[in-house]
């Protein structure tokens, strides 16, 4: 990565809109949510290597062996024509799921390709979101700044205050966290880690954890029922610290 010269942003110092950082938010999304995917499907390849040397292992076995057969993360034995049977329905299942990350995939890609278009259109080299792509996760940021500094040189300093990662020092104001843990969109690593830099900064942080949760759990029709307290939590550090 290099740093952009000065002449370099003044040529492309369009101002930034409301909608051009909700857009550079939603590219840098899409490229967790990428992430997340490409980790699952690794996982899942590894799931139908499994199956597949099962598979060889029925084939070999005799008529009246009983095969050992992984059921969740337990092993049982099982005739040869049921395990046949499971394992059909679970390799089913691998390939459905794979086939449906795949398309959510292509769909990331496809969303992430328009909003380099429109943002490469109006920033032309203020702005390097192929760096950005190819970066580690911010949630991987060491405490070296390394990574931040990665980041810095990618972004002219006037897009810097979108990203708060980059901006916490002493002077950042309290702040308390509600996060689902599963949630694909925003990880609740990134969560973690913000956390973590405020902390070391000496401001009180506060992280809520919301098991079993994925992104924008808080506003369903039933949330306020459902996490009554955390949301009273929230309620009163706001009122402790402002």
Aim: with cysteine.
């Amino acid at each position: 990565m290099r740093m952009l010269e000065q002449e370099e942003e003044n040529e492309n110092s369009e101002e930034v809109t409301w909608e051009d950082q909700q857009q550079i938010n939603t590219f840098s999304k899409l490229n967790n949510r990428i992430r997340i995917i490409k980790e699952r499907l690794e996982e899942l390849k590894q799931e139908k290597d499994a199956y597949d040397e099962v598979a060889t292992e029925i084939e070999l076995a005799d008529e009246d062996e009983m095969i050992l057969y992984r059921i969740g993360e337990a092993f049982a034995h099982l005739p040869q024509a049921r395990a046949v049977k499971r394992l059909e329905k679970d390799q089913a299942s691998v390939d459905a799921r794979v086939a449906q990350l795949a398309g959510q995939a292509d769909d990331c890609e496809t969303q992430m390709a328009k909003l380099k278009q429109r943002l490469y259109a109006k920033f032309g080299k203020a702005i390097n979101l192929d760096e950005i792509d190819s970066m580690s996760p911010l949630t991987q940021m060491k405490s070296d700044k390394r990574t931040q500094d990665d980041l810095k040189r990618a972004l002219p300093e006037y897009l810097h205050a979108i990203f708060p990662q980059l901006c916490v020092d002493s002077h950042w104001p309290p702040t308390i966290i509600l996060h689902g843990v599963l949630d694909d969109i925003v990880p609740i690593t990134e969560s973690r880690h913000f956390s973590g830099l405020v902390k070391d900064c000496g401001v009180k942080v506060e992280l809520i954890e919301v098991e079993g949760e994925n992104h924008g759990f808080d506003v369903a029709p039933d949330s306020e029922v459902k996490y009554g307290a955390q949301f009273d939590r929230i309620r009163d550090f706001i009122q402790e610290h402002v």
